[in-house]
C-alpha cells in the first residue's frame, strides 16, 4: 500500500512526492522517479514522514535506487499511531518498543529490496543517519497483514456518525485477528481473555464463525493450569466462562463445549470457594475489572461479587447442557447466597453496570444514579461496553446512542480510524488530531495523556476491547439478540430512538439474517426480515 500524504520533510531531499505513486515492488536500472535523500558532514539529516491514511498491521517494503558507492547505507525508521508517535524517539513520552519494535536503525541495500518491521501503524518516518552520504528510495509501500475475510455483518443508518462507529469498531478488531485474537496491534499482542469478550460480541456481529476464538480461548485454558487465574486475574477466568456460552449459543459446537467440562467443572468448583461466609466475594489473584476504576477498591469489590453471580449463573447453564447437574446445582446454590449481600457501587460506572446485568440492582436504579450521571463522562473503552447493556436493560436507549456518539465519536473526530485503548472526554480541550503533527499551543492527545500501562505513546491506539458499539449496534438497534443454540432461535426488537431507520444483516450458521427498520410518520416502527431456512424469528 503506497502513502497518501508527506507531512513532514528536513535536510536535503528532493523529489519525496514520487513516494506517493503506486509502486511495482521492483528496483530497476532505469533509476527514474526516485526520491533523493542526501547529508553532508556537518548537515542536518534527511528525513521524511509518511501517512498511510489509516491505522494497518503489518511492515514496510522499502525499494531502492543507485547511488555512488554501491553499499548498503543505514537509515533509522519509526513507525507511529499517531504522526506525532513516529516523531519521537524511545523513552520521549512513554515511547517504546515493547512487543513489537517501532523505533530502529537498519541497512538498506543498494538496488534492491527490503522487508521491514510488524507492528501497528499509520505513520513512518525514516531518516538517513549516515554523514556525507545518499539514499535512493524509488518505492515505500506499507505491507499490510489481515485475514482475508467478508464483513458479513453490516449496519447503516440514517446517522452516518453511528455508522462510522459501527465500521471502525469492526476493523479495530479485524486488525487484532491475527494468529491469535490480540488485544493491540502495537503493544499487548497478547490473548487477554476478559478484553476477549467485547472483541467476540463483535467478531459475532461481523465475521460470524472464525477459528480464532475457540484457538484464543483453548490457549489461555492450556497456559492456565488450575487453580491459577488466566492472565493472573480472577474476572478473566470468569470471562472464558461467559464466553464458552457466547461462543455455544452462537455456534452451537456440542462437540466443543464438552471439551471444555473438566476443566470448567473445576473452575467453577474453584470460584465457589471464593464466597465468605458473610455471603461476601473473597477473591484472590488480581482483582480487577478495567484501568480507570482500578482505584476505587469499593467499586471493585462490588463488580467482582456482579462478576461471581454472571459466571456462575453462566457455569449452571453450561452445566445443565452438559449434564453435570451436580455443578449446576453447586452454582445455583452459591449464587443464592452471593445475592444476599448487595455492596455498593460507589459511583463506578463499571461496577454499577454490571450490578445491574446481574440482577443485583434494577437496571432503571443504576441507570438513574450513576450511568447516566455526566452522559459518556467516566466511560471506558473497555467497560463502556457493559455500561451501554446496562443502559439497554434500563431502556434508555437513546442515552445509550447519545454516549456512542459523544465518547466513540470524539475519537474519530480526533483523526482515529481504529478506537483506543483508553480515552477520557477530559482530554478533548485543545487537542490536535492524531494525523498531524501538533501545532505549537495544542495538546497532544497520544503523547501528553494516558495512565497505567498506557502513558503517552505506550497507549495503544488499535485496541479491539474499545469496539463494543459494533456488537451493541447491531443487538438493540438493529434488534437481534440469538436465543437458542446456533442461532436457531432469534429475537428480533429494534430500538431506533431518534434514528428514522436502520438496517444490515447478522451472520449465523445457516446463512445472513437480514433486517430493515423504518420509523413511520406517527412514530410506529415497520421491520422487514429475511432470515435463511433453519433460523427461526420471534417478533
Not at 543517519?129 to 485475514?147: M, N, P
Request: glycine share 10%; with cysteine.
Amino acid at each position: 500500500m503506497s502513502p497518501e500524504r508527506i507531512l513532514y520533510t528536513s535536510g536535503q531531499i528532493e523529489n519525496s512526492k514520487t513516494l506517493l505513486k503506486k509502486g511495482i515492488g521492483q528496483a530497476d536500472l532505469a533509476n527514474r522517479d526516485v526520491c533523493i535523500l542526501k547529508r553532508t558532514v556537518d548537515g542536518e539529516k534527511a528525513s521524511v514522514l509518511l501517512d498511510f491514511g489509516r491505522e494497518l498491521h503489518g511492515g514496510l517494503e522499502i525499494v531502492t535506487g543507485m547511488w555512488e558507492g554501491n553499499k548498503p547505507v543505514k537509515v533509522r525508521i519509526r513507525f507511529g499511531e499517531s504522526a506525532s508517535e513516529a516523531m519521537s524517539s524511545i523513552g520521549e513520552k512513554g515511547a517504546t518498543n515493547d512487543h513489537a519494535l517501532r523505533d530502529f536503525t537498519t541497512l538498506l541495500p543498494w538496488l534492491g529490496k527490503i522487508q521491514l518491521g510488524e507492528t501497528g501503524f499509520r505513520f513512518v518516518r525514516i531518516d538517513l543517519e549516515e554523514e556525507h552520504a545518499e539514499l535512493q528510495l524509488k518505492e515505500v509501500r506499507a505491507i499490510f497483514t489481515y485475514q482475508d475475510i467478508p464483513y458479513l455483518g453490516s449496519f447503516k443508518s440514517s446517522d452516518e456518525r453511528l455508522n462510522k462507529i459501527w465500521e471502525t469498531g469492526a476493523y479495530t478488531v479485524h486488525l487484532n485477528m491475527q494468529e491469535y485474537l490480540w488485544d493491540g496491534i502495537k503493544r499487548d499482542r497478547l490473548v487477554w481473555v476478559g478484553d476477549m469478550h467485547p472483541e467476540v460480541a463483535t467478531i459475532h456481529s461481523v465475521f460470524g464463525f472464525n477459528e480464532i476464538i475457540p484457538k484464543s480461548l483453548d490457549l489461555s485454558k492450556e497456559t492456565t493450569p488450575l487453580p491459577g487465574w488466566m492472565n493472573g486475574i480472577s474476572t478473566y477466568s470468569m470471562w472464558w466462562v461467559i464466553l464458552q456460552r457466547d461462543w455455544y449459543m452462537h455456534q452451537g459446537d456440542l462437540a466443543y463445549l464438552k471439551q471444555q467440562q473438566p476443566y470448567l467443572s473445576n473452575l467453577l468448583k474453584q470460584i465457589v470457594t471464593k464466597v465468605g461466609e458473610d455471603n461476601k466475594e473473597k477473591l484472590d489473584g488480581m482483582r480487577f475489572l478495567d484501568w480507570p476504576s482500578s482505584e476505587n477498591q469499593q467499586g471493585v469489590h462490588a463488580g467482582l461479587q456482579a462478576m461471581m453471580i454472571l459466571s456462575l449463573r453462566t457455569g449452571a447453564e453450561l452445566s445443565r447442557i452438559l449434564g453435570d447437574d451436580e455443578t449446576a446445582e453447586l452454582c445455583e446454590k452459591t449464587v443464592k447466597k452471593l445475592q444476599q449481600y448487595v455492596p455498593d457501587p460507589n459511583g463506578s460506572k463499571q461496577a454499577a453496570a454490571l450490578m445491574a446485568l446481574a440482577d443485583m440492582m434494577p437496571a432503571e436504579q443504576a441507570n438513574k444514579e450513576v450511568l447516566s450521571l455526566g452522559g459518556a463522562k467516566n466511560f471506558s473503552t473497555f467497560y463502556g461496553y457493559y455500561m451501554l447493556q446496562a443502559m439497554a436493560k434500563a431502556g434508555d436507549y437513546q442515552g445509550a446512542l447519545d454516549n456512542i456518539r459523544q465518547y466513540w465519536g470524539a475519537m474519530l473526530d480526533l483523526g482515529a480510524t481504529t478506537f483506543w485503548e483508553d480515552f477520557n472526554l477530559d482530554w478533548l480541550p485543545n487537542a490536535a488530531r492524531i494525523d498531524e503533527l501538533v501545532p505549537p499551543g495544542k495538546k497532544d492527545v497520544h503523547g501528553d495523556y494516558g495512565a497505567y500501562c498506557y502513558e503517552g505513546f505506550r497507549h495503544s491506539l488499535c485496541h479491539g476491547w474499545a469496539s463494543g458499539p459494533t456488537a451493541w449496534l447491531t443487538e438493540h438497534v438493529l434488534g437481534i439478540k440469538v436465543l437458542a443454540a446456533a442461532c436457531k432461535e432469534i429475537k428480533i426488537e429494534p430500538h431506533l430512538g431518534d434514528l428514522d431507520f436502520a438496517e444490515g444483516t447478522f451472520p449465523t450458521p445457516k446463512g445472513l439474517v437480514w433486517v430493515k427498520h423504518v420509523k413511520q410518520p406517527k412514530g410506529k416502527v415497520k421491520t422487514t426480515v429475511k432470515a435463511p431456512k433453519g433460523v427461526k424469528i420471534i417478533r
